[in-house]
């Protein structure tokens, strides 16, 4: 399985990095994680739209479903290079927000398909279970499995610090975390700290975390010293644009 930051900003875009925004590959399956701003630019430097065969969304907020429509609008208009369209696009969503999941679904595009139908959605090589987050709006941090070999990522996508984490996260080989902020700013409702996501790791026995939904300011060396501090077992990384991980 590889992994590919695509965007790790939280909120809004800046010095040429977009937001939220990972590819998951696999056994010739490449599934995207989050569609937020600019993330379509960079996944064009990895493979072409065209080829992607899912979506998985975490909520609807926008740094992390910006490039969604134009993904839908590049799946319609641009052709093959035999001169077809693309297959339909299954675009995994939750339906709490009933306006934005029926945006998932366009015709002869992409069909919306609510994950939270069931405990566990198979999504073509992997086996994916979600867990409820703690955001203003319905969010989801997701388990992925790789099903023929265990491997596992888990994406805590947006949320301030729940114990549920812990058990969640545990033995993951990879584990990307919300840390948008500092140490000394913890028990935050929306967001975690580097102090936070480091407790989880250390806690859940993760093997490699990548701090992501990062700040635009800061020093993020800093960030990426303090969650190292309380996961000294972990190998923790800042995510950065086109970072590359295979597990």
Known sequence: ???TVL???GGYPTNDVGTSAYLI???????LL?????SLLTLEHHIDPLELDAVLLSHYHHDHIADLGVLQFTRQLKKTDKGDRAP???IYGHSEDKQAFEKTTLEEVSQGIDYTKESQTSIGPFDVTHLKTLHPVPCYAFRIVERVTGKTVVYTADSGYIEEFIPFAKNADLFITDTNLFKGMERHLVHMTSRECGYIAHKANVQTMVLSHLPQTGDLKQLQKEAAEEAPKTKTLLAEKN????I
């Open 34 to 38: 989050d569609a937020g701003s600019a």
């Open 88 to 90: 339909l696009l299954s």
């Open 7 to 9: 965007g790790y900003y």
């Open 1 to 3: 399985m590889q992994v």
């Open 243 to 246: 970072l590359q991980i295979i």
């Open 25 to 31: 590959q696999s056994e010739g399956f490449n599934l």
